[in-house]
C-alpha cells in the first residue's frame, strides 16, 4: 500500500473538511531524523494488528492558527486549546489512516492523543519500525506528518 | 486526587502506576524509588531530558508517559545498562523507551485483572529542551513524581478515558449473551 498517497490524501481531507485551511502536500522526506524547533507535537498510538504511532509536527505559528480556525477563536500563545487542538488533529489524521491500513480499521485501535510542545525537540522510535514523514506547507509554514509501522 | 471534570474514574489506577513503576525498578533497573503523591496534569513545563511515550487502546484508551530529566535519564540508563552513561544518546533514548515499555506492560496486566484489556502501541521517545506537556480535555490525567535513592526525579504520566456507560452497558450486554 502506498502509505505517503494514504498521508497525504488523509491530511488534505481533514485540513479541507475540519480545519478549512489551505494545504498543499510535498514529497516524503528521505531522512526522517528531524529536530523540531518551536513546534509542537500531537501522538497517538496504534495498537492491533498494525502496531505504530502517528504524529503530528507544527510550529507554534501554525499551530494557533491551526487551532484559531479549527475551534472558531483567537489564539494568542501556547496554551491548553491548542494541546488539545493538535491532539485531536493527531486523533483524525490516525483514525483514517487506520481505515486506510485494514480494511474498515475495525481491528486496529487508537490509544488516547498525547502532545508535547519544545524548543528543541527529536522524535525517536525502535529502530524495528518502519517511518514514514511526509511535509506539508500551509500559511506559508511547514508542518509534518510522520507514521511509524512495526515491521512484521 | 485528580478528576478531569466530569470524566469517569478507574478507582485504583494510581495504585496500579505504583506497583508498575516499582516492580520494573526492583528487578530491571535495580534503583530504589520514593514515589510522591499523585496529582492531576498540569500543564507544566518539564526540565529537558527524554520521555518515552506509550499507547494503550482497547476497553479503554490511554496514553502513558514517562518524563526523565538529563541527569535522572543517565542513571536509569547506567543502572540498566551496567555500564557509566554520562550523556544523552541513542542508548539513553532506547533506555527510556524500554522502560516505558515494561511498565506499561505492568499496566496492561494490572487493567486486565481490573476487567478491562487493553493492547499497546509502540514506545516513542522525545529528547528536547524546553518541553511541556498536559493534560488532555475529555480524559482523566494522573501526574506521579518518583524520587530515585541518591539524588533526581521523574514524573509518570497516565492518561486515560472510559467509554461512555451507555457503550459499556452494551458491551457486557454483549459479552453476556456470547457467555450465555
Known amino acids: ?152 | 486526587m485528580g478528576r478531569a471534570g466530569r470524566e469517569r474514574v478507574l478507582s485504583g489506577v494510581d495504585e496500579m502506576i505504583l506497583a508498575a513503576v516499582t516492580e520494573v525498578f526492583d528487578s530491571m533497573v535495580m534503583l530504589q524509588l520514593r514515589p510522591g503523591q499523585a496529582t492531576s496534569c498540569r500543564y507544566e513545563k518539564m526540565p529537558s531530558g527524554v520521555s518515552g511515550l506509550l499507547g494503550l487502546a482497547g476497553e479503554m484508551k490511554a496514553i502513558l508517559v514517562i518524563h526523565c530529566p538529563s541527569p535522572v535519564a543517565c542513571r536509569i540508563a547506567s543502572s540498566l545498562l551496567g555500564e557509566e552513561v554520562e550523556h544523552i544518546d541513542a542508548d539513553v533514548e532506547d533506555a527510556v523507551g524500554e522502560i516505558v515499555n515494561l511498565v506499561a506492560g505492568g499496566m496492561k496486566d494490572r487493567l486486565l485483572e481490573a476487567g478491562k484489556k487493553v493492547s499497546l502501541a509502540v514506545p516513542t521517545t522525545v529528547r528536547g529542551r524546553g518541553v511541556l506537556v498536559s493534560g488532555l480535555s475529555g480524559a482523566v490525567c494522573l501526574l506521579m513524581p518518583f524520587d530515585v535513592d541518591g539524588g533526581g526525579r521523574f514524573w509518570v504520566e497516565f492518561k486515560y478515558r472510559l467509554p461512555s456507560p451507555a457503550a459499556e452497558d452494551q458491551t457486557s450486554a454483549e459479552a453476556a449473551r456470547k457467555q450465555g
Request: with cysteine.
Open chain 1, 1 to 152: 500500500m502506498d502509505l505517503v498517497r494514504s498521508i497525504q490524501e488523509t491530511t488534505l481531507e481533514i485540513f479541507g473538511t475540519m480545519i478549512m485551511m489551505e494545504v498543499v502536500a510535498e514529497e516524503p522526506l528521505g531522512e526522517p531524523s528531524l529536530l523540531y524547533r518551536n513546534s509542537i507535537s500531537g501522538m497517538v498510538g496504534l495498537a492491533g494488528t498494525a502496531r505504530g504511532g502517528l504524529a503530528v509536527h507544527v510550529p507554534w505559528g501554525l499551530a494557533r492558527a491551526i487551532t484559531g480556525s479549527f475551534l472558531g477563536i483567537e489564539v494568542e500563545e501556547i496554551n491548553e486549546d491548542v494541546q488539545d487542538a493538535i491532539g485531536e488533529l493527531a486523533n483524525m489524521l490516525a483514525g483514517n489512516i487506520k481505515s486506510a491500513l485494514s480494511g474498515n480499521g475495525k481491528d486496529i485501535e487508537l490509544s488516547l492523543p498525547s502532545t508535547i510542545s519544545g524548543e528543541e525537540y527529536g522524535i525517536h522510535c525502535g529502530d524495528d519500525s518502519e517511518i514514514t514523514v511526509v511535509p506539508f506547507t500551509s500559511n506559508g509554514q511547514r508542518f509534518y506528518v510522520e507514521l511509524q509501522l512495526e515491521r512484521v
